[in-house]
C-alpha cells in the first residue's frame, strides 16, 4: 500500500484533503495539527462535529435566556423582592463562574468529549428540576446547575469549533468559532418562539405555566444531542494527539475527518518525536502561563471584550422585554414579538454577517466597528429617555436593533473567536475557561444589578451600560490583535517565549 508523508515544513491550506486517495503519514501531534489545518475531507462528519458543538452553545443561549420573559410571573407567584429577583436571575452566572473555572481545565485534562457529554446531563437534571420547581429557592438552585453546565459547555464548545476548522479561507476557525454568535442569537429567538406559542394556547388561568415549560423544554434539545453523540461526536484529534496517542488521532481523523492517516513507526520518527518541541500537558499552573509575555495581552484583550460584551448585553436582553413595555405601554402579546422580531432582525442578522466577514474582514476590525455601534446606540437611548411619541417610540426601538446588531456582527461574534483563538490546542480549555470565569461574574454583577438599576435609574441606566462599550473599544484600540487566519495551533510547537511573526506585526507583544 502506498503511503504519502506530510511534509516537515508545511501543508497546503487551501487544497484539503477532498482529493486525498491513498494514506497520509502522520509522526508527531505537528502533522496531525497541519492535516486539521487543511480541512476536512468532502463527506466527513467534521460539519456534524461543529453543528452538535453548536447546539451545545444553542443550549447555554436557550437556558440563560428562558428566564428573562417569566420572572415577573415568578417574582409574582413567589412574592419575591427586588433582591430576591436578582439572587434567582444571577443564579445561572453563579454556576457558570465555577463550571468554566473547572470546566476550562478539565477540558485541557480529561479530553473534550467527556467534559461535553457530563454538560448535557447537568442540562437534563437542571431543566427539568427548574421547571417543576415549587419554591424560589429550588428554582435557584435548579439555575445554579444549569449554569454549571453551561460553564462546563462553552470551553469545550470552542475547542471543537476550533479543532475541526481549518486555519485559512472560507468556514477557517475563525468563521466556525463566530458562528456560535447566530447560533446564540437562534437559541434566542427560539425561546420566545416558544413562548409565543405556548401563550397562544394555554388557557388564561394556565398562563402561570408558561415560565415552567419553557424552562423545563431546555431538556429537549440536550437529550438530543445525547442520542446521537455516538454517531458523529469524537474526542479532538489534536487533543488526542497532544496527549501522546497517534493511534488515537488517526482513528478520529478517519472517521470524522475523512482522512485516511497512518501512523509511521520508524527509529526517525522516534528521534524526530524526541527533537520535537512537546505540548504542555494540562495543569493549574497553566492558568499563569495566560500571563507570560506571549499571551498577556491577548489574555487582557479577550477579558475586556468578553466582560464588556456580556455586561452590557445580559442587562439589554434581561430587561428587553421590561424596555419594550415601558416603549409601547401594551400588552405581553407585543412584548413577545417584538422581542422576537429585533433579535431576528437585528442580533440574529448580525451574527450572520460576523461569521461570513471573519476570514476576510477579520474580527479586530468587526469588533471596533460592532462597539461604536453600540455606544452610539446606547448613548441615544439615553438621551431620549421614556418616549412620549410615535416617531421616539421608533428611534428608541431602532436604536434598540441597532445596539442588537452591532453586538451581533461584533463582539457578539468575535469575544469567542479572542478567547478561543488567542492560545494553542494545549492551553485552550484554560483560556476559554478564565475567559469565561471573568464574563460570568460581568453577567453575574449585569443580572444582579439591572433591576435595581432599571427601578432606582429608569431609562438612566443606559448611561451606565454605554461605559461598557466604550471600555473595550479603548482597549481594541491599545491593543491590535487578529486571530482569524493565524495558526495558532502551530504554538505548541515552537518556544512559547518566541515571539510569533504575527504577534509582532499586529502589535499583540
Known amino acids: 500500500m502506498s503511503t504519502v508523508a506530510i511534509p516537515s515544513t508545511s501543508v497546503d491550506a487551501s487544497a484539503g484533503h477532498a482529493e486525498a486517495?491513498?494514506?497520509?503519514?502522520?509522526?508527531s501531534a505537528q502533522d496531525v495539527s497541519r492535516i486539521v489545518n487543511a480541512g476536512a475531507a468532502k463527506g466527513s462528519n467534521a460539519r456534524i462535529v461543529i453543528a452538535i458543538a453548536l447546539g451545545g452553545v444553542f443550549l447555554d443561549a436557550y437556558d440563560l435566556t428562558s428566564l428573562a420573559y417569566g420572572i415577573k410571573d415568578i417574582a409574582r407567584q413567589f412574592a419575591l423582592t427586588p433582591v430576591q429577583v436578582g439572587f434567582v436571575s444571577s443564579a445561572i452566572t453563579f454556576g457558570a463562574i465555577l463550571g468554566a473555572l473547572f470546566g476550562g481545565y478539565l477540558t485541557d485534562r480529561i479530553g473534550r468529549y467527556r467534559v461535553f457529554m457530563a454538560d448535557m446531563l447537568f442540562f437534563v437534571v437542571a431543566a427539568i428540576a427548574a421547571g417543576l420547581a415549587p419554591n424560589a429557592w429550588v428554582l435557584g438552585a435548579a439555575r445554579f446547575l444549569m449554569g454549571f453546565g453551561v460553564g462546563l459547555d462553552l470551553p469545550v464548545a470552542m475547542a471543537f469549533l476550533a479543532e475541526f476548522s481549518r486555519v485559512a479561507g472560507k468556514g477557517n476557525k475563525a468563521a466556525s468559532v463566530a458562528a456560535w454568535c447566530p447560533a446564540w442569537y437562534a437559541a434566542t429567538s427560539t425561546c420566545y418562539l416558544l413562548i409565543l406559542g405556548l401563550y397562544a394556547i394555554l388557557p388564561e388561568q394556565h398562563l402561570g405555566w408558561l415560565w415552567r415549560l419553557t424552562l423545563a423544554f431546555g431538556a429537549v434539545p440536550a437529550l438530543a444531542i445525547i442520542l446521537v453523540r455516538g454517531r458523529y461526536i469524537s474526542e479532538s484529534p489534536v487533543w488526542a494527539a497532544n496527549q501522546g496517542d497517534l493511534e488515537g488521532a488517526a482513528r478520529i481523523l478517519k472517521r470524522s475527518y475523512g482522512v485516511d492517516a497512518v501512523v509511521e513507526r520508524s527509529v526517525a520518527t522516534v528521534t524526530s518525536a524526541i527533537s520535537a518541541s512537546e505540548p504542555r500537558?494540562?495543569?493549574?499552573?497553566n492558568y499563569g502561563v495566560l500571563f507570560n509575555s506571549t499571551y498577556r495581552r491577548?489574555?487582557?484583550?479577550?477579558?475586556?471584550?468578553?466582560?464588556?460584551?456580556?455586561?452590557?448585553?445580559?442587562?439589554?436582553?434581561?430587561?428587553?422585554?421590561?424596555i419594550i413595555t415601558s416603549f409601547f405601554a401594551q400588552g405581553p402579546l407585543t412584548t413577545i414579538v417584538a422581542s422576537l422580531t429585533l433579535n431576528l432582525l437585528f442580533a440574529f442578522v448580525g451574527g450572520l454577517i460576523g461569521v461570513r466577514t471573519a476570514p476576510t474582514v477579520g474580527a479586530w476590525k468587526m469588533t471596533v466597528l460592532g462597539h461604536a455601534l453600540q455606544f452610539v446606540s446606547l448613548i441615544g437611548l439615553a438621551l431620549i429617555g421614556r418616549p412620549s411619541g410615535g416617531a421616539l417610540v421608533a428611534a428608541a426601538i431602532l436604536l434598540l436593533g441597532g445596539y442588537l446588531f452591532g453586538q451581533g456582527f461584533g463582539p457578539g461574534s468575535h469575544s469567542m473567536t479572542y478567547a478561543s483563538l488567542s492560545y494553542p490546542t494545549s492551553l485552550r480549555g484554560i483560556g476559554v475557561g478564565f475567559n469565561q470565569t471573568l464574563v460570568r461574574t460581568a453577567s453575574t454583577i449585569s443580572l444582579f444589578l439591572f433591576p435595581v438599576?432599571?427601578?432606582?435609574?429608569?431609562t438612566k441606566v443606559f448611561w451606565v451600560i454605554?461605559?461598557?462599550p466604550l471600555t473595550s473599544l479603548l482597549v481594541l484600540l491599545a491593543i491590535r490583535w487578529e486571530p482569524s487566519g493565524y495558526d495558532i495551533d502551530g504554538e505548541d510547537y515552537r518556544a512559547v517565549e518566541a515571539a510569533p511573526a504575527h504577534a509582532a506585526a499586529c502589535g499583540c507583544r
Not at 486517495?21 to 509522526?27: E, G, K, L, N
Not at 491577548?298 to 421590561?322: D, E, H, K, Q
Open 21 to 27: 486517495a491513498v494514506p497520509v503519514i502522520i509522526r
Open 281 to 285: 500537558r494540562a495543569s493549574w499552573r
Open 298 to 322: 491577548r489574555t487582557i484583550l479577550a477579558a475586556v471584550i468578553g466582560s464588556a460584551s456580556s455586561f452590557g448585553y445580559n442587562a439589554i436582553i434581561f430587561g428587553l422585554p421590561v
Open 453 to 458: 438599576l432599571a427601578g432606582a435609574l429608569g
Open 466 to 468: 454605554a461605559i461598557a
